[in-house]
Structures are given as C-alpha cells and as structure tokens.
C-alpha cells in the first residue's frame, strides 16, 4: 500500500527571455557574494512566476535527486511531519517484531519510509519550483551561461528550442548556452488555465 508520493524538485532556473530589460551589471561584491558581476532580476510584468520559472534542468522524469524532496502523504499514516519530511510514521514507530511481522526488513539506522516512492512525472505529479531569485545567485552569469566561465553555476534558464538537442546545438544566436527544458503541460496547459483565472479575479476586483 502506497501512503507516500515523493516529488524530485529540480534545480530552478529563470527564462532569459521574459528579463524585464538588458540586465545591467553591479560590480559590487557586498552585494554579489562573488567577485563576479550580479544584477537586479525583474521580470516583465505581463508574465506569470509560473512561466517564467517553467525551465527545469532535467527533462521529463528526473534521474537525479535532490535534497528536500516534497511529498504527498496520507495524514493518517504520517505520525508528525517536518518542513520536507515525514519524520514518524506508522511504519517507523513499530518495534523490530512488529515491521517483521508486517513483512519489511527491520533497519536499525534512520532511513527512508518503506512505503514511499518517487511520482511518475509525467502521468502522476510533478513539481515546479518557482520562487524568487537572489541577486547575489545571478552572479558571474555572463561567464558562467555562455560556458566561458566553468567555475559555478549558471541559474538563468535558457530553454532547449525543440530539435535542438538532437541536431547538436548548444547555445543560441546571442551564444547564451541552452540548459534547460520547458514543461509543455504547464507551458501549454497549465499558463493559459492561469492567466485566465487572473483576468477573470482582476475583472471582478474592478
């Protein structure tokens, strides 16, 4: 019996292309964090968090796992819970003869819930992580989302345009290299359901 779903969250980048204006760099490492260049992100007021954040690193079902994954549990079977994880569970608070006899391994050491496992991303559940980006994260961008600079990362998203990948393109006509994937359910699906919503809220708030 499944009572845990859990969601890989993916590293988030933000569009490239939904920038407010030309990004204008701060040479100042207070407030960068990096001897590196940062700037100020501001997205077009016209978009949605949703679509700008809509750029994942990894394509469809992730493969790798990150900390802090989120999860979708039966209350009644999650004893206690705590920020990302279900810390007691009725499987964990059993004794070694009770989980024996409930047919799982005994594990002495903390481990993961045995009645857990990762969504299908694809026919199940998936997450978006959008949340506001740092100043100081975008620091070093120039070097480091062109492939001039190998030290760091670089956390704006420049999405994958469709064929791309297979006809070995790397990066765009401005040099900025691709490194992420568009959801196309949510580009497509979930976008358009948004923005919809909001027009409709906005016009009855007037």
């Not at 009770?98 to 857990?116: C, N, P, S, V, Y």
């Amino acid at each position: 019996m499944l009572v845990i779903l859990r969601l890989h969250v993916g590293s988030y980048h933000v569009h490239l292309s939904p920038l407010h204006r030309e990004p204008i760099p701060i040479r100042n490492e207070t407030i960068c964090d990096e001897p590196y260049p940062c700037f100020n992100l501001k997205v077009r007021p016209n978009l949605t968090v949703l679509q700008t954040y809509n750029c994942d690193r990894q394509k469809g079902n992730k493969k790798e796992a990150m900390p802090a994954e989120k999860q979708l549990f039966r209350s009644d079977y999650v004893l206690q819970h705590f920020i990302h994880f279900s810390t007691v569970t009725v499987l964990t608070q059993m004794t070694q003869e009770e989980t024996i006899k409930a047919g799982f391994k005994w594990k002495q050491r903390i481990h993961a819930d045995l009645r857990h496992r990762f969504s299908d991303e694809l026919t199940e559940a998936s997450m978006l992580h959008a949340k506001a980006m740092a100043t100081q994260d975008t620091a070093g961008w120039l070097g480091r989302c062109t492939g001039k600079q190998k030290h760091g990362t670089c956390r704006i998203g420049v999405p994958w345009p469709p064929g791309a990948e297979n006809a070995g393109e790397t990066t765009d006509d401005k040099g900025w290299l691709y490194n992420c994937y568009v959801n196309e359910k949510i580009e497509n699906y979930w976008v358009p359901r948004l923005e919809t919503s909001m027009r409709q809220l906005a016009a009855i708030a007037n």
